[in-house]
Structures are given as C-alpha cells and as structure tokens.
C-alpha cells in the first residue's frame, strides 16, 4: 500500500488515508518529496514537537525543513527564505494558521503537497473535534490547487465525509491500511479482591517481556502500584532473588518490569493483550 500512495502523489492524484500507524503516511510523504522535489507543506494538530521533527527530516531523509510560528524570532527573514523555496518541508500546527503573519508565509511557500495530519479532527465524528481545522480549508482555497494527502489514524465513515468536505477530497481516492494486529489479543477475567488481582498481575508480568504497559482505573490505583517498583529493580531479578514463581503470592507489592512506566489493575477485571507484544 505505502508504494501506491508514494506513485500517487508523485503523479499529483490526492488521497485521505487511514492508517493506525502515523508513521506510515510520514514515511509516504517524504518518499515523494525525496522523488519530486519542490515544496512540502505538512499541517499538523501540535506546534510541540514540530522543532524536533524538523531535526529529524534532515537527519531521516535529507529534507531541509523549518517551522513556521508567530514567536519566530526572524519572521521576516524566514519568510523570504521560504519563498525562495529554501525548504523541502513547511511545518505549521492548525492553530498558528491564525496569525496572518504565519498565513501568508504558508501561502508564500507555494507547496505542490500539503499534508494535513489528525485530519478527523476537522469532524464532529473524529476523534478530537477541532474547530480551528476550518483554517486549512480556507488555506487551500487561497493556494494552486495543491495534491493533498490526509491523514487520519482512525475514521468512522461520518467522519470521512466531513475530511472530504472540508478538504475538497471529492475526487481523491480513499486508502485504508490494514488495521488488523494478528499479534494482539482481549481477555477479560474476573479476579475479585484485591490480594487476587495483584497476584493475576504478577503471574502476567513473570510470563511476559521485560517492558509491559498496564493501565489502571485511577491515579491513586496508579500511585499504589508505583509502591511496588522495588528501586527500579526488573521483576525477573526480584522474582529470582525471592524464589518467586507463577500463582505465588508475595506480599502486597507487585515490582515493575517497566522502570519507565506505571502500571496497576482494574477495579473488577484484569484486561490485557499478549505478553509479547509488550502490552498488558
């Protein structure tokens, strides 16, 4: 699938594609830039990680790009390098759109594709409604008919309809990756108490990685949890040093095999995927 969105925006056709990967639709876009050439402008939901992405493009695919912001020191001097096409990639977050200052430099970079990602958000049925999407919109009707890829992790067929609206996609043709994980699945078992619940737990992580990711019904579920991380020390250290095997019961404490992370259980239920995933 990544090779026939690449051809297709090479060749100019847009696209609304849905892929639970991000990464997925990036890695198409920068193929494409890296083949065409010219001048990328990618929208995103967040001005945070922009910078660093930025790096990155140098860094993962030979592409100059820069980051358009109200609080950019040197607007006027980026400007004219953008519209001397010093860039292969234009990043702006939806909500600096509104400044007029960083507008017209969008404007002026004169992209051959925009890249709108979080696109559902334009949407009442998406997953995060944001009403400020409305400014991309108004910013493609202002450009040269740009290719337009959009970008969505997850879109119910509502929200589909409203990412064609808004963006002009009528004629695009909608892809829609595999969102099937083999590798994953749900179990729900009823573990009332406690005492049980933090056993269950401790059975999951001895059998499982050695980086697993819990979630917990509440804070303080969270906080009780992050009691039992025994310094830091990985779970099969603690396990071996105590004599520890599955159905055991130690204490109260359930040790972490995750320092990064935090972890618990639910109120009534243990919900989890395959250990080897590194999800629980």
Not at 107 to 112: K, N
Not at 148 to 172: G, N, Q
Request: net charge negative; glycine share 8%; charged share 25%.
């Amino acid at each position: 699938i990544r090779d026939s969105v690449i051809t297709a925006l090479v060749t100019g056709r847009s696209l609304l594609m849905v892929s639970p990967a991000p990464a997925s639709g990036s890695l198409c876009w920068q193929a494409a830039a890296a083949v065409r050439g010219g001048t990328v402008l990618v929208i995103a939901s967040s001005a945070r990680t922009l910078p660093h992405r930025a790096e990155r493009l140098a860094d993962d695919a030979g592409l100059v790009a820069c980051v358009l912001s109200a609080d950019h020191p040197g607007a006027d001097a980026l400007h004219a390098q953008v519209e001397a096409r010093h860039y292969d990639a234009v990043l702006v977050s939806v909500r600096q759109l509104g400044d007029p200052r960083v507008r017209r430099t969008a404007l002026a970079s004169r992209p051959w594709l925009v890249v709108i990602e979080d696109a559902d958000c334009c949407s009442v049925h998406g997953r995060v409604y944001d009403p400020s999407y409305v400014r991309v919109s108004r910013l493609l009707d202002d450009l040269d008919d740009p290719t337009v890829l959009a970008l969505a992790e997850t879109a119910s067929s509502a929200a589909r309809d409203d990412i064609i609206e808004a963006f002009r996609l009528h004629d695009a043709e909608p892809v829609a990756a595999a969102s099937g994980r083999p590798d994953l699945f749900l179990e729900v078992r009823n573990t009332p108490g406690q005492s049980r619940r933090d056993a269950h737990l401790r059975d999951l992580l001895y059998e499982g990685p050695s980086r697993a990711v819990v979630f917990v019904a509440d804070s303080a579920d969270t906080e009780r949890q992050a009691d039992g991380y025994h310094g830091g020390q990985r779970l099969r250290d603690h396990r071996h040093r105590q004599g520890y095997s599955p159905g055991k019961h130690i204490g109260n404490s359930i040790p972490s095999s995750n320092p990064e992370g935090s972890y618990g259980s639910t109120d009534n239920q243990s919900h989890y995927a395959d250990p080897s995933a590194g999800l629980i």
